[in-house]
């Protein structure tokens, strides 16, 4: 009988353990289902400049692109996007609808050129409204209310997020990953790198995603800045390219 008790312990142990476990892995699975290249966002449509990179020949080959992204993760856009899903993930734990809005406005005023403006916008509108479609919950339906023109992308993330209880230090460095990856993407597209480069180029740079989500995730709003105006002048000229297969 004693033995019966040990085991009947350690049941309820396993099963305590497993129902905590399987949370968790649902939460990790759905961040990465929002964060996937075959999410509705239409993220491969857009280079965030590269493609004016490369047509300059600033981006040549796999040492220049690396150090052209390591410059737009730490000192433009991604550290940028990153303090802004950060506070609308706050925003949106806290049911602050307002302050959610307001969040979404400075994000969308800091796109330094119409194409970026639409690469924000229209991934932000998408993502929302495909993730209130397929994962639902009340929090999320209420905070939509506040956004409903355009969205930047990184505070539809950030919302949805904290709508759903994720932790925001994960979302932040999934969000920056994705971001890595899918300006990785197109840099195989538009043909300075190969595949082995671009690995090579997200294994380097992940440390410093991870840094820059923990960094980002306690930064207030004017901690904001860039220093990266040869993109910006890029994705101006970029609309007068005579060949494009990118947006922005």
Known sequence: MPGRRRGTATTVTTTTITAATTTTMIEALRLMAWLSPGYPVGAYAYSHGLEWAVEAGQVRDEAGFSDWLADVA????????????AHAHRAAVAGDGPGLAAVNDL???LAPSRELHLETAQQGRSFLDATCAAWPCPALTALSGELAGEVAYPVAVGAAAGAHGMAPAAMLAGYGLAFVQNLVSAALRAAPIGQG???RVVAALAPRVAALAEATGTADLDAIGSATLRLDLGSFRHETQYSRIFRS
Do not use: K, V, Y
């Not at 730490?74 to 899903?85: Q, V, Y």
């Open 197 to 199: 480069a671009g690995t």
């Open 107 to 109: 994000a969308l005023a």
């Open 74 to 85: 730490e000192r433009g856009s991604l550290r940028n996007d990153m303090i802004l899903a």
